[in-house]
Each structure stands twice: as C-alpha cells, then as structure tokens.
C-alpha cells in the first residue's frame, strides 16, 4: 500500500491521539462501550474492577504503535 504523507501522518497522530484518550478517559471510553454494546448489539457490557487498567494498559500500546509508525514513515 502506498501511502502519501499526510496519511502517514494522520494514521501515527490518529493511533497516538487514541493512545492519549485510553491513558486519559479510560472511564468515559467503557461508558461509551457500554452503550454501543447495548445500541448495537442489545447486550449487556458491565466493566469489571480492572476494565480501567486494562484500557489504559491498550492506551500504552497505542502510544508504543504510534511511535513504531512514526519512525518508519519518518
């Protein structure tokens, strides 16, 4: 896939602004999929007592892809 530079740049910014939101709303993010879950799916999505370490630990990897993406595309 050949990609021009600005799309390379919106896809490392894009993946560490969704890293950013993961490290920072974590609690706002499993609201927001739990009425997505229920929208969507009409199931019920209850967060257990890690759920917020978890996005936060998806936060990290964002973040960690995010820069791989930077230095490859440069």
Not at 11 to 21: D, H, K, M
């Amino acid at each position: 896939m050949d990609l021009t530079g600005t799309e390379r740049r919106l896809l490392w910014t894009g993946t560490a602004l969704a890293g950013v939101l993961h490290l920072l709303v974590p609690g706002t993010l499993l609201s927001l999929a739990r009425l997505g879950y229920r929208w969507v799916l009409a199931v019920e999505f209850r967060p257990q007592e890690r759920s917020r370490r978890r996005v936060r630990l998806l936060g990290v990897a964002f973040l960690a892809t995010a820069a791989v993406l930077k230095r490859v595309f440069g």
